[in-house]
């Protein structure tokens, strides 16, 4: 009887590892899925911001040239507006990640520096979204001279916020290649 019922706490011991193995294994590969489509979207969030940061940077300038000069010599300055061009972020792998659970089977560290990253995105996104609305309440074409500085403030904001994100980035690649490497 002794025997009987230690074969079973042995057998369902077993049954128990065999289980939690299975669980851990099946654990690290949603984590190293999760990992591979942060990558890949963080990777196309960088490049978009890489295409368009110039052009901010030189509306900027044109806009600061443009409001410290004196009125009378405004209309020489040239600011070349070819559209606003705020930065549209995907951040369905981050959605998918904390919807589905999986984000807790990535690192914690891993983890909050890509929360950090996708709120640099969402700050990025919102100053966009107030950009656009009073571009449509107030046109340029309708008060130019008074959207010029709400756009030099956004392209100011802009500029700073790219180069954090960019940074920010780097610093998230190099560590999803260290996590995708394990």
Avoid: C
Wanted: glycine share 4%.
């Amino acid at each position: 009887m002794v025997l009987q019922i230690v074969l079973i706490a042995v057998g369902v011991f077993l049954g128990l590892a065999g289980e939690q193995w299975r669980e851990d294994r099946e654990n690290r590969r949603a984590a190293t899925d999760t990992l591979r489509r942060f990558r890949a979207e963080i990777v196309a969030n960088r490049d978009m911001i890489l295409s368009i940061k110039d052009y901010h940077s030189d509306r900027l300038k044109e806009l600061n040239t443009y409001i410290a000069a004196p009125p009378e010599a405004r209309s020489s300055i040239a600011v070349e507006f070819d559209s606003i061009q705020a930065p549209r972020f995907d951040s369905t792998s981050w959605q998918l990640a904390v919807a589905s659970g999986t984000i807790a089977y990535i690192d914690q560290e891993l983890a909050s520096v890509l929360a950090r990253t996708y709120g640099y995105q969402t700050m990025t996104d919102q100053l966009g979204a107030v950009m656009m609305q009073v571009l449509y309440e107030r046109p340029p074409q309708v008060d130019g001279e008074a959207f010029l500085p709400t756009a030099q403030l956004y392209y100011s904001d802009l500029t700073g916020l790219e180069v954090g994100l960019l940074s920010s980035y780097e610093t998230l690649l190099a560590a999803l290649d260290e996590a995708l490497a394990e």
